[in-house]
């Protein structure tokens, strides 16, 4: 099960509960949110280390370094840090 670093401190595991954004929920972390596919942008969160695979490809624009929760899993161990 791939681990996942919150803001340089909290830890989870995702035990493969759907997307990244809905793991992030159900571990009581405040994620700013519109759609839940992909097309808004909203959950933009940017990757520090680690690897992603989309579930669906984004409709939204994502910079080098960023990813959508929504619609994205973990492949690895990563290191994320949400927006303030």
């Known amino acids: 099960m791939p ?7 909290t830890l989870l595991e995702y035990n493969n509960q759907g997307n990244l954004l809905t793991a992030l ?3 009581k972390f ?3 949110y519109q759609c839940r596919q992909g097309y808004c942008g ?3 969160c940017r990757l520090v280390s680690g690897e992603i695979r989309y ?8 910079r ?3 990813f959508l929760p929504c619609c994205s899993v ?3 161990d990563i290191a994320i840090e949400l927006p303030d």
């Open 42 to 44: 909203a959950c933009r």
């Open 3 to 9: 681990k996942v670093q919150v803001n340089s401190t």
């Open 74 to 76: 973990p492949t690895s």
């Open 30 to 32: 405040d994620v700013h």
């Open 55 to 62: 579930l669906q490809e984004p409709l939204a624009f994502v």
């Open 25 to 27: 929920e159900q571990a």
């Open 64 to 66: 080098p370094g960023e």
